[in-house]
Structures are given as structure tokens and as C-alpha cells.
């Protein structure tokens, strides 16, 4: 096995794994080493089936389970996919479900406005459109370095405040009252520490909603402010997709976004699986009603 920076302000890629036929022990700490140093991690050449992709996504700690809105709720996987689950057929363009998924084109961090946050996801190329449909990725870690002192000063101590009906609202999806009921915004330090190198990153992107005991409009200031620094092309690596290619960012050091595709004419299926972070804890008593 070999880890090669990516030609891209950040990033790595691992080559000679072969997933499907078992990660030993050792490989997987390699991998993870790579991870928490390069915050991105592609592998090519690997077609996963679901069973081979819970067990590998499971040596980095405990999956999530999907939502309700996503098609594959109740499992682990959270699919990002123009065709139906059940048919296979595509799904029309003005159906609530690809509505949904628009929200995949914001920045974001995956399931920041869960009480315990990510660590990181998973996503596997099972089908990828001819063109378009890139994966960006933008390094809030590279980010945070690059902010002056005072304003690093200034976030350091700020805790701030995440929800699903905040970022969906931001596209214009509304969720039922039954759904609503079961959503609540959540709190999280703005600015993290990875436990493996000290370095500090920020969670930020459509999630994010204000900053704790701010009035709002001055905390949608700070993130907007906070999120435009962070996706310029300098701390930004765009994953250009072949079948068969694995991708893991980091959640606690990364925002991504979907770009488009012709959903009208092409297919595309990509399988995520979401890793928890436990070492974020704590911060289930943080979750307060929205
Ligand atoms: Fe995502």
C-alpha cells in the first residue's frame, strides 16, 4: 500500500487496497493515519458492495442511521441517487426527492446538526453520470490556519448552533409537522481540535445557523464570512468521479458540496455511509428545542 498527496492544496490517495477482499488491521491504521493528516482520503479502482462498505466503514467507528427523508432510511446508508430505490427508474425532476437532494449543493459538513457530530463519511461510486456531478471539497482546517490572529482569538471560544429545518429552509424545503417534531437544533464548538495533531478546524457550512447567545443576524455574518474564507479555490480539492472510486473526508475539518449533472438523462448512485464521532460526546447535552 502506498499514500501519495493529491495534486490539490489538500488530500491524499491510497493506492494498492484492495477493500473488497478484507482490511487488515494494519491497513486500516495506515488509512486512518493518512486521514487525520490529509483530511481527505480517495481510493480508485475499488467497487464496493453494501456489505463490504459497512465493514470497512465500521473499522472507523459506529455508522449512522439515515434519516427519514433519505430513500434508504432506517439503514446505514444514506444514498444520493436519481433513481428510485425500488424500480430503478429515474426519478422525475420536480419529484419532492430530488428536491431534497438540491440541498447537497450547498456547502456543508454531514449531519453537524446531529448532537454527536461526524467524524466522517464514506461515499462509494456504485453509477456515475458521463459528466458533471464533480464532489468539492474545501479544507476548513487549511482555512482556520490562514485566518489572522485576532480572528482566530475571537472564534476560538464560540460555541455555535446547527439544524437540518435551518439548511433545508435554506432551498426553499419544507419539512412536515410530524418531522419537524422530531428535530432540534444542536450546539457544537465552532472551532475543533483533532485529537491525533492539534490541528484546529471549523464546523461550518449550510448546518450552521448562529453562534450561541448571538443575535442572528450577526451570527449568519460571522459563518457566511467564515464559510466564503473557506471555499476559496486555495483550500478547495474537486473529486472528479469514476466507478469504483471511495472517497472520506473529514466532517470536523472539511465542508463539501454536490455539483450538478443531467439528472434528466443520465443515472447516477452513490452509496454514503456517515461514521459518528465519539469523542463529541459531551455535547449531547447540548441539544436544546429548537
Ligand atoms: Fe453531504
Known amino acids: 500500500m502506498e499514500i501519495k498527496r493529491l495534486d490539490a492544496p489538500f488530500g491524499c490517495e491510497v493506492l494498492g487496497l484492495d477493500i473488497n477482499s478484507g482490511v487488515s488491521k494494519d491497513d486500516y491504521l495506515q488509512v486512518r493515519a493518512a486521514f487525520e493528516a490529509h483530511s481527505v482520503v480517495v481510493i480508485r479502482g475499488n467497487p464496493l458492495s453494501d456489505e463490504t462498505q459497512i465493514a470497512f466503514s465500521e473499522m472507523f467507528g459506529p455508522c449512522e442511521k439515515t434519516l427519514k427523508g433519505n430513500p434508504a432510511a432506517g439503514s446505514v446508508f444514506a444514498r444520493q441517487s436519481n433513481l428510485d430505490i425500488a424500480t430503478g427508474d429515474r426519478i422525475p425532476a420536480d419529484d419532492r426527492r430530488m428536491f431534497y437532494q438540491k440541498a447537497n449543493m450547498l456547502w456543508h459538513a454531514d449531519s453537524a446538526f446531529k448532537p454527536r457530530a ?43 448552533e446547527y439544524s437540518l429545518v ?48 448571538w443575535d442572528q443576524k450577526k451570527g449568519l455574518e460571522l459563518l457566511n464570512y467564515l464559510l466564503e474564507h473557506a471555499t476559496q479555490p486555495e483550500f478547495c480539492y474537486s473529486h472528479n468521479w469514476q466507478e469504483g472510486d471511495v472517497l472520506i473526508w473529514d466532517n470536523r475539518a472539511c465542508v463539501h458540496r454536490a455539483t450538478p449533472y443531467n439528472a434528466n438523462a443520465e443515472k447516477r448512485l452513490m452509496q454514503r455511509t456517515t461514521i459518528g464521532d465519539v469523542s463529541d460526546e459531551a455535547f449531547d447535552r447540548e441539544a436544546v428545542a429548537a
Open 118 to 160: 461526524s467524524l466522517c463519511s464514506i461515499l462509494s461510486a456504485r453509477i456515475i453520470p458521463s459528466e458533471g456531478g464533480a464532489t468539492e471539497v474545501a479544507s476548513t482546517r487549511l482555512a482556520y490556519e490562514a485566518l489572522d490572529t485576532p480572528t482566530k482569538a475571537k472564534i476560538d471560544p464560540l460555541i455555535a
Open 166 to 213: 435551518w439548511s433545508r429552509g435554506l432551498i426553499g424545503y419544507e419539512f412536515n409537522d410530524e418531522e419537524r417534531s422530531t428535530m432540534h437544533k444542536v450546539r457544537h464548538p465552532l472551532v475543533r481540535e483533532n485529537p491525533a495533531n492539534k490541528a484546529k478546524s471549523m464546523l461550518i457550512g449550510a448546518h450552521a445557523m448562529n453562534i450561541r447567545g
